[in-house]
Nanobody, 124 residues
């Protein structure tokens, strides 16, 4: 059974940076994605990385500011978030794809085994 634990969230000012971590156990994961959910909104795709790091997909809203990476030796996927904006405020979740896909998916339905999330709050 796959288990994931997100960490690294916090309260920062606009323009600052945070690095989120997603530690997983159970098995080597397929593509792993980061999603976020702001209050009153649906969960949305942020970024995803294939199992070997060769393929990466970003939401347009974070391109050029966020970087996803993974270290399979440490069973961890990271999300480096730079130039944070108040609209990035949300609970951030990581999850693996439930089946293998060639290109990292952006649809929530392709993912499962969701963690508890980590809160990111960006003040203006």
């Amino acid at each position: 059974q796959v288990q994931l634990v997100e960490s690294g969230g916090g309260l920062v000012q606009g323009g600052e940076s945070l690095r989120l971590s997603c530690a997983y156990s159970g098995r080597t994961l397929y593509t792993t994605g980061w999603f976020r959910q702001a209050p009153g909104k649906e969960r949305e795709f942020v970024a995803a990385i294939s199992w070997n790091g060769a393929r990466i997909n970003y939401a347009d809203s974070v391109k050029g500011r966020f970087t996803i990476s993974r270290d399979n030796a440490k069973n961890t996927v990271y999300l480096q978030m730079n130039s944070l904006k108040p609209e990035d405020t949300a609970v951030y979740y990581c999850a693996p794809e439930v089946r293998f896909t060639v290109e990292p998916a952006s649809k929530e339905g392709e993912y499962g085994y969701w963690g508890q999330g980590t809160q990111v709050t960006v003040s203006s």
